[in-house]
Nanobody, 115 residues
Framework: QVQLVESGGGLVQAGGSLRLSCAAS????????MDWYRQAPGKQREFIAT???????VYADSVKGRFSISRDNTKNTAYLQMNSLQPEDTAVYYC?????????WGQGTQVTVSS
C-alpha cells in the first residue's frame, strides 16, 4: 500500500510560482511512475505531467514550458514546479503513483491563481 500526500498549494497572483510536493510512504517509490493531474471546478480531471522511474518526462500542452516535474527517490517525493501561473491554472492538483496498473492517488492540494 502506498500513501501519497500533496503539499505546497495556495493562493498566488498571476505570473507567480508555486512548487507542489508529493510525499510517498513505503519503500517502493522508485519503482512508480509519478504523475500530476488537476481538476478545476465543473471540469474533468486532466493530465498535467508524468515522470518515469528513470526520469523521462511528458507534459500536457497547456503547461509545457511553464511547469516542470521532478522526483527525488532518496526522499520518496515528487515535485511540480509551476511558473508563470495564470487564473486558468486554478484547480485542485493531485499526484498519482502508477506501477504496472497499481494506481494510487493523493488527496489533492488547492491552487488558486488570482488575476
Amino acid at each position: 500500500q502506498v500513501q501519497l500526500v500533496e503539499s505546497g498549494g495556495g493562493l498566488v497572483q498571476a505570473g507567480g510560482s508555486l512548487r507542489l510536493s508529493c510525499a510517498a510512504s513505503g519503500n517502493f517509490f522508485g519503482s512508480y511512475a509519478m504523475d500530476w493531474y488537476r481538476q478545476a471546478p465543473g471540469k474533468q480531471r486532466e493530465f498535467i505531467a508524468t515522470i518515469s522511474t528513470v526520469g523521462k518526462t511528458v507534459y500536457a500542452d497547456s503547461v509545457k514550458g511553464r511547469f516542470s516535474i521532478s522526483r527525488d527517490n532518496t526522499k520518496n517525493t515528487a515535485y511540480l514546479q509551476m511558473n508563470s501561473l495564470q487564473p486558468e491554472d486554478t484547480a485542485v492538483y493531485y499526484c498519482r503513483g502508477n506501477r504496472l496498473g497499481d494506481i494510487y492517488w493523493g488527496q489533492g492540494t488547492q491552487v488558486t491563481v488570482s488575476s
